[in-house]
């Protein structure tokens, strides 16, 4: 059971998780952890089920998947019967103005739809991966003097469940250096497996990049994999300008998890979702959502 917090309605509710049994019977077992490390966290396992994903037959998947979980289909661009394939409908894009953008520039947003974890004043030798359970910044990225510039300062965890849509945007206006790529495992993201693998974060897929943010400094921009995320997508270019709420990517089938970090003394991360990362819960957020703003100094 995942408790979150939903900043809306100011109450709790529990997480509809997608393969709720899978993950409880593979992260919960001697049995099936051994077949998690043998099979399940391969990059052939999650490229095969991903290849089928991207086939015409897994449309069929696109229905049952909407009815479970209760997807409101209004606010995408596509209609049900548009989508070619079950990635094309994980990858769906929204319709103009269903995500509207907080773009003051003192406004910090939130880069996608998810649940959001929101440290301050971070020890990076002891970064926390889920409550209770931590990792090395140098682990995640193997980049000393990128690394150092992020002492003290604050990380966001935005984890998005397969239910949640799987773009992720620019959190203000500026430019973004060239991505690096890191091979991983393909553990799930899910807290059930943040808390069955040590240092989960550091052994999944992963690509990282530097955002020259216009107001918020330089901002480390980090996309995890998961279970059945066969590629990360980059869509952003290179070295060019970008508008706050323009799209960097998108993560294929899966869970996936974007992690941001931003020099010390930069942002002010709302109360709210402080509060509630500390009791150790999530808190729901969408993109284009404010979540913090411009520290004043």
Known sequence: MIKFYNRKTKKYEIEQVAGGTYLKCTYSSPVGMKLLELIVKKKLFSKIYGSFCDSKRSKNKIMPFVREFGIDMTIFEKELDQFESFNDFFTRKFANEARPIDNLSSTLISPGDGKLFAYNNIDLNKLAQIKGYTYRLDKLID????????????????????????????????????????KGDYYSVNPIALKAVPELFCKNKREWSIFHSDNFGEVLCIEVGATFVGSIIQTYAPGKRVKIGDEKGYFKFGGSTTILFFQKGKVKIDEDIIEQTNKGYETSVVLGEKIGERSVR
Not at 148 to 172: M, N, Q, V
Request: some cysteine; aromatic content about 10%; glycine content about 4%.
């Open 143 to 182: 980049a000393p003097n990128i690394i150092s510039k992020f002492s003290e300062g604050t990380c966001l965890i935005l984890r998005l469940a397969p239910t949640d849509y799987h773009r992720f945007h620019f959190i203000d206006n500026g430019i973004c250096e060239e991505t690096k790529k890191i």
